[in-house]
């Protein structure tokens, strides 16, 4: 079957660094997706890798191994704005986007 | 701004009571997707129209339904709405290049059954 895993709560501190991992099986695969969601608002996208290495965008990089199925989003000098979900989403053969569950990060002053 | 609208923003309804939730787009995307989300989890894909080519997806209730008259439209009929209807609406537009494509979403519809 196809499953997205990523963990469901992380809390981390303003100014901090934070490393959000998901893994991902799909059947086929065509790239990873990163949105971040607001409470009660839609996703937005942040990311998509689909070789592997690091993208970095500002303040926000995305990591690919296609090998191990593993991606993570690495956040950098974090703000209270940063408070939200972050959805791992994986491409598979259709193109079709297999979801995961978000994962929640509280930001802490 | 091109964008992809979503109307009302929040709808109440009764148990039972057809309710219709409209999305349209300036985006000029050829794909249109109906996403239902439920608090922490993650958004499951009801149907998509790839331009008029209806795709429904194989779990989805019969109770729901959609309509895609022209490329800037869809709707989502829920005939008989349930409890477990509850539910934050998105749709989304992709271009179909023929390869991976970004999915871009409205900002939802929150909808409450009593």
């Known amino acids: 079957g196809q499953n997205i895993d990523q963990p469901t709560e992380m809390t981390a501190t303003e100014g901090a660094i934070v490393q959000i991992n998901c893994t991902y099986q799909t059947s086929g695969f065509n790239g990873l997706f990163w949105y971040q969601q607001h409470a009660g608002e839609a996703p937005t996208f942040l990311s998509y890798n689909v070789l592997d290495g690091l993208e970095e965008k500002g303040r926000f990089s995305s990591f690919l191994s296609r090998s191990k199925g593993y991606s993570y989003l690495l956040l950098k000098e974090l703000q209270m704005k940063d408070s939200a979900s972050y959805l791992c989403a994986a491409m598979d053969s259709n193109y079709q986007l297999i979801w995961g569950a978000g994962t929640k990060l509280i930001i802490k002053p | 701004d091109a964008m992809v609208i979503q109307n009302p923003r929040y709808q109440v309804t009764q148990f039972g009571k057809p309710v219709t939730l409209s999305c349209s787009q300036t985006l000029n995307h050829n794909v249109m997707y109906w996403y239902q989300q439920k608090s922490s989890q993650a958004p499951k894909l009801l149907f998509h129209?790839?331009?008029?080519?209806?795709?429904n997806e194989a779990d989805t209730p019969d109770n729901f339904q959609s309509r895609r008259p022209n490329t800037s439209f869809c709707f989502l009929d829920i005939r008989s709405p349930g409890l477990g209807d509850a539910a934050m609406y998105l749709c989304?537009?992709?271009?179909?290049?023929?390869?991976?494509?970004?999915?871009?979403f409205g900002p939802g519809t929150r909808l409450t059954v009593l």
């Open positions: 989304a537009t992709s271009p179909r290049t023929g390869g991976p494509d970004t999915q871009y």
């Open positions: 129209y790839y331009d008029k080519d209806f795709n």
